[in-house]
Nanobody
Framework: QARLVESGGGLVQAGGSLRLSCVAS????????LAWFRQAAGKEREFVIS????????HYSASAKGRFTIARDNDKKTVYLQMNDLKPEDTAVYFC?????????????????????WGQGTQVTVSS
């Protein structure tokens, strides 16, 4: 159903910032829980941050807390990831993901298996 396309990745020095965007087409965007995952070379895909319906609840990974924020624009069917104070260990391919959710579901969803809709990924490289 939904198709997600990320953009905004690139090369940045440690301490810098990037803003990733993910535009969705199809599906019921306002009913999605939205998330960002990342996958470093040779590593498992890991949860970064997520946002529930109505922007009610943000869930952060330990690495994201205090540095990353997530926002959604339901009119534009876009979710953003603002990354500040980037570190070399943030280097990875970043993926946006979505799942259909009920309004009352404020639970954290850490597993990639929970999300049926995925973007193609965008590379973020942080140099030291």
């Amino acid at each position: 159903q939904a198709r997600l396309v990320e953009s905004g990745g690139g090369l940045v020095q440690a301490g810098g910032s990037l803003r990733l965007s993910c535009v969705a087409s199809g599906g019921m965007f306002s009913r999605y829980t939205l998330a960002w995952f990342r996958q470093a070379a040779g590593k498992e895909r890991e949860f970064v941050i997520s946002l529930t319906r109505n922007s009610a609840t943000t869930h952060y990974s330990a690495s994201a807390k205090g540095r990353f924020t997530i926002a959604r624009d339901n009119d534009k069917k876009t979710v953003y990831l603002q990354m500040n104070d980037l570190k070399p260990e943030d280097t990875a391919v970043y993926f946006c993901a979505a799942k259909d959710s009920i309004l009352t579901d404020q639970n954290i969803r850490l597993s990639p298996r929970d999300y049926p809709y995925w973007g193609q990924g965008t590379q973020v490289t942080v140099s030291s």
